[in-house]
């Protein structure tokens, strides 16, 4: 089609469309009146599907992290470490006395990790007499 004849065309319609907007104005307006019921139960449904997505998205995501969460508190090696060194400052402490003062610290322990105060003393001030007094009981 030409360019001009599709100009031609175009004005036709404004033409046609003025005139019938002008002459069917009351039917016009009851016909906006009438659309507003149906277009604002479309916009409402179309808004609660997209929020009960996200709300269903955001539900999954929050239950994954706790989960995820769970898991890195069971296996996270932060905690091991800083347990394990806790241990071992309160192992170091016993093991500031004299050797008495260790040995007796040592039997009044609930449930001693004899390796790991062992360690500790091979670590610290190495003295024969704690390390035969604790290599007794690890064996």
């Given at each position: 089609?030409?360019?001009?004849?599709?100009?031609?065309?175009?004005?036709?319609?404004?033409?046609?469309?003025?005139?019938?907007?002008?002459?069917?104005?009351?039917?016009?307006?009851?016909?906006?009146?009438?659309a507003?019921?149906?277009v604002?139960?479309?916009?409402?449904?179309f808004?609660?599907?997209?929020?009960?997505?996200?709300?269903?998205?955001?539900?999954?995501?929050?239950?994954?992290e706790?989960?995820?969460?769970?898991?890195?508190?069971?296996?996270?090696?932060?905690?091991?470490?800083?347990?394990?060194?806790?241990?071992?400052?309160?192992?170091?402490?016993?093991l500031?006395?004299t050797?008495q003062?260790v040995k007796?610290?040592?039997?009044?322990?609930?449930?001693?990790?004899?390796r790991?105060?062992?360690e500790?003393?091979?670590?610290?001030?190495?003295?024969?007499?704690?390390?035969?007094?604790?290599?007794?009981?690890?064996?």
């Amino acid at each position: 089609m030409n360019a001009a004849l599709k100009i031609l065309f175009g004005a036709l319609m404004v033409v046609v469309g003025v005139f019938s907007t002008v002459t069917f104005f009351n039917e016009l307006l009851t016909l906006a009146k009438a659309a507003i019921g149906p277009v604002l139960v479309l916009l409402g449904a179309f808004i609660i599907w997209l929020e009960s997505d996200e709300w269903k998205m955001q539900r999954t995501e929050k239950s994954k992290e706790q989960k995820s969460q769970g898991l890195q508190r069971e296996f996270e090696p932060q905690n091991a470490v800083e347990q394990d060194t806790t241990q071992k400052m309160n192992y170091d402490d016993v093991l500031s006395g004299t050797v008495q003062e260790v040995k007796d610290a040592v039997r009044e322990m609930a449930d001693p990790d004899y390796r790991a105060i062992l360690e500790a003393e091979k670590r610290g001030k190495d003295r024969k007499t704690v390390r035969e007094f604790l290599e007794r009981r690890v064996d």
